[in-house]
């Protein structure tokens, strides 16, 4: 016999540490399968909207808040190619950030004091070198990241090759996410002492941060697999996991 699996939306809060109007929320953003409603109009949640939220929670440590609420969305609208194209995106991204900070360390491996010397750049070239804006170098230069000198002449900035080489960083460091507040002594360390010593405990701390991405994306896509198994691609739907009970950590489990 069927058993009455329905759930209220203050238990389902519970479960995860979440006040009802969040899990509310997360059902008008797409993130939760849409609720039927009772003839007074309170919302009825089934083991379906249990484990989407489940899963939903799995995503975000490994693909952040924005992503994990659009491969929900998809999922949700039966548009499973997108949700999974969602995935790849977080995964090249990922990939990305690993070469930045190979980048970085590669940069930094041979780091030596730079001598002053002829060839100077201004801010137009050296922003797009950089692939970024002349204001966001000015910005930089505000917070004392770099410190350009000023041609006699014309009063235009000028980059010196240690200018050149800590605007290289600074651009790199911030594509790995750090603040400007962060990276500013450590430019500073690195002007004073030629060398990577500074950034060590950086590098590292960055490169834990990856890993457990990495780890936590394994976690959510075993996650989503489970959900996309129970609510559609097994071709049983939403009524099949209707007779299921649910762990949301775990995943699914036949009632009996």
């Not at 500013?184 to 405990?201: E, W």
């Amino acid at each position: 016999m069927r058993r009455n699996l329905q759930t209220r939306p203050v238990d389902l809060a519970r479960r995860h540490g979440l006040s009802t109007q969040a899990v509310r929320n997360y059902e008008d953003a797409g993130i939760l399968p849409a609720a039927d409603r009772t003839e007074h109009g309170y919302r009825i949640y089934t083991p379906r909207h249990a484990q989407a939220l489940g899963t939903f929670l799995a995503l975000v440590p490994g693909h952040g808040h924005p992503a994990a609420t659009a491969i929900m969305q998809a999922v949700n609208r039966d548009d499973v190619g997108e949700a999974l194209r969602l995935v790849d995106e977080s995964h090249a991204q990922l990939l990305e950030d690993r070469r930045t900070l190979e980048a970085v360390e590669a940069a930094l491996k041979d780091l030596v004091p730079v001598a002053a010397e002829r060839g100077d750049t201004f801010v137009g070239p050296l922003a797009g070198k950089l692939g970024i804006r002349p204001a966001t170098l000015r910005k930089w230069e505000r917070a004392g990241l770099i410190e350009p000198g000023r041609d006699r002449q014309t009063g235009y900035r000028v980059y010196r090759a240690a200018d050149v080489r800590d605007a290289q960083l600074v651009h790199q460091l911030r594509r790995g996410g750090y603040p400007l507040a962060r990276i500013a002594p450590l430019i500073a360390q690195v002007r004073t002492a030629g060398g990577v010593a500074p950034l060590a405990s950086m590098l590292a701390d960055w490169r834990a941060r990856l890993a457990d991405r990495g780890r936590a994306m394994l976690a959510g896509a075993a996650a989503l697999d489970g959900y996309l198994g129970s609510v559609g691609v097994d071709g049983q739907g939403a009524d099949a996991l209707d007779r299921v009970d649910v762990d949301p950590v775990v995943g699914v489990r036949p009632a009996g």
